[in-house]
């Protein structure tokens, strides 16, 4: 039985917006475009023991059309036994995540659903590197 694209894989809307479903989502495949550091102003008369913290941006793009646009913010975690980037915060992008029965998910159970897909990337290592390179005196 044949399968139509309102049947299955992504679907541009006019709204903008790329529609798939979770499942659709794990399929593609995605390719690093750019990350960065935020920079930040330390205020003024804060002393020299100021608490800190290294966060950044990183994004991602599909690699088959309609293209995906993923991105989301990480912070640097001191804390871990090792240099480590987790997410911070929800992640953009230009998808509304569809049911099973290709309907449209809440913004916010698909604001989850991106959130869990994007901590199942092994992006950190990719962000780390950019941004040492980029950042390089």
Do not use: K
């Not at 679907?11 to 935020?38: E, N, V």
């Not at 912070?75 to 480590?84: C, E, I, K």
């Amino acid at each position: 039985m044949a399968i139509s694209m309102a049947e299955s894989g992504p679907i541009r809307s006019a709204d903008g917006c790329i529609r798939l479903t979770l499942a659709d989502l794990r399929r593609q495949a995605f390719t690093h475009l750019l990350s960065g550091l935020d920079e930040y102003c330390v205020p003024a008369g804060a002393g020299h023991a100021t608490p800190t913290a290294i966060t950044g941006y990183t994004e991602w793009v599909g690699e088959r059309s309609p293209v995906i646009s993923l991105g989301w913010d990480w912070l640097f975690d001191v804390s871990a036994p090792r240099r480590a980037l987790r997410r911070l915060g929800a992640p953009r992008s230009n998808l509304l995540l569809l049911d099973p029965d290709r309907a449209d998910l809440s913004e916010a159970h698909s604001e989850l659903q991106l959130e869990a897909f994007v901590d199942a990337l092994l992006w950190q290592a990719t962000v780390l590197r950019h941004v040492e390179l980029r950042y390089r005196p």
